[in-house]
Nanobody, 126 residues
Framework: QRQLVESGGGLVQPGGSLRLSCAAS????????IGWFRQAPGKEREGISC????????DYADSVKGRFTISRDNAKNTVYLQMNRLKPEDTGVYYC???????????????????WGQGTQVTVSS
């Protein structure tokens, strides 16, 4: 059974940092592109970052570029999202998802991802 489990969320003050983890089980994550998505209250789910199977390509939403870094450790079957200089508008439920690599570069279109984790809450507030 393919599973993705996110962890690392929590409450942090503006300007702080968190590192989210996305652990895969039941399948080999390095055969898949992995994306991070978030959903703020009352808003649609948005793609914020993705990483290709090899880790050679990454992409970021403009809202997080320069503050967030995605990486993967294929030996641990885990993908990470390092989030720095967090802002209140980063608050939301963060999900990781996996999709088959139909092309070399990853993308952040949620509808193209078939496997999803349950999400982890990130709250940025003073």
């Amino acid at each position: 059974q393919r599973q993705l489990v996110e962890s690392g969320g929590g409450l942090v003050q503006p300007g702080g940092s968190l590192r989210l983890s996305c652990a895969a089980s039941g399948f080999t994550a390095d055969y898949y592109h992995i994306g991070w998505f978030r959903q703020a209250p009352g808003k649609e789910r948005e793609g914020i970052s993705c990483i290709s199977t090899s880790g050679g390509t990454t992409d970021y939403a403009d809202s997080v570029k320069g503050r967030f870094t995605i990486s993967r450790d294929n030996a641990k079957n885990t993908v990470y999202l390092q989030m720095n200089r967090l802002k209140p508008e980063d608050t939301g439920v963060y999900y990781c998802a996996a999709r088959a690599p139909v092309q070399p570069m990853c993308d952040m279109g949620a509808l193209r991802y078939g496997y999803w984790g349950q999400g982890t809450q990130v709250t940025v507030s003073s």
